[in-house]
């Protein structure tokens, strides 16, 4: 894969740091924007990596993995920083080190995870709104269980709390409802509409971040 001709400017990337440097928390993927491309010296120009909204600061000669995310998958590439640009906005400049990988086989891999969502449905001028809990999250869509009934194909939106400090917000559609007789909850699946590229790719970000932690936990 040629990297310089893949990425384009504007484009969300995910960063971890190859070192051990305890004071950028190198435990969490961090978040940041393509600035600009320089071909001709085989550059990459990013932003401050950002997490929970703390900007932090690359330094001369550091190594860090790159990832970024695509519906044919996950791929990383390794870097090394060049040097520091300051200006109306900081920047950092990369060398890649090494191929693009692909790590990621399965278009969206269904991460299991039960947290607060609330889904809203248009009816009569009217949105109404419904508690509910999720069952797996993937970037193309979500499972939840909810008290209160959906019709199939209804055209939704879900606020999905993927922690206490992330919020995501997606349009869908309903693809599946089956009732637990158990619990008497309705499972619900739905489908995410490709409208909202920076949503998918925050999803993305955090499922990996969860992959991620699990293997080095070894419990995947």
Sequence with gaps: MNIFSELKIGDKL?????????????????????????????CL????????????????GQKITMFFYRKKGVYQFDAK?????ESNIVTFVLKLIG????????????????????????????????ECVTKDLSGGGVKIACKNEV??????????????????TMDGEVIRITKD???NLYEIGIKFKETNETGTDRI????????????????I
């Design 181 to 183: 007789l158990d619990n």
């Design 81 to 85: 920083v060049i040097k520091k640009i």
């Design 151 to 168: 019709e199939k194909s209804d055209n939704i939106t879900i606020d999905i709390y993927l922690d206490e400090d992330q919020v995501i």
């Design 99 to 130: 191929d693009v990988q692909k790590i990621q086989r399965r278009n969206y891999y269904r991460l299991p995870i039960v947290t607060d969502a609330i889904l809203k449905k248009h009816k009569n001028d009217k949105i109404l709104e419904f």
């Design 45 to 60: 120009h990013i932003s401050s990596p950002i997490y929970r909204g703390k900007r932090y600061s690359l330094y001369e």
């Design 204 to 219: 993305f970000s955090f499922i990996f971040e969860k992959q991620r932690l699990m293997r080095k936990k070894g419990l």
């Design 14 to 42: 995910s960063v971890e740091f190859c070192d051990e440097d305890t004071n950028q928390g190198q435990n969490n993927m961090l978040n940041t924007q393509l600035i600009d491309i320089d071909i001709n010296d085989n």
